[in-house]
């Protein structure tokens, strides 16, 4: 669900920021988001572990 979030939240703001700022509101975002929910699988536990 938060992964949903984050990327609807990316797309409209898409054609406002350029592709620093993008990679800043994401990186924010899923840091803000992504991390409250309690939840893990293994997938999320895998991009945390790579990025």
Known sequence: ?????IRTISSEMNT???NFQMKK???????NIAL?????DN?????????
């Open 16 to 18: 406002y920021l350029n």
């Open 1 to 5: 669900m938060n992964e949903n979030v």
């Open 43 to 51: 997938n999320v536990c895998m991009k945390k572990f790579y990025n």
């Open 25 to 31: 509101l994401y990186s924010v975002l899923y840091k």
């Open 36 to 40: 409250k929910d309690e939840s893990f």
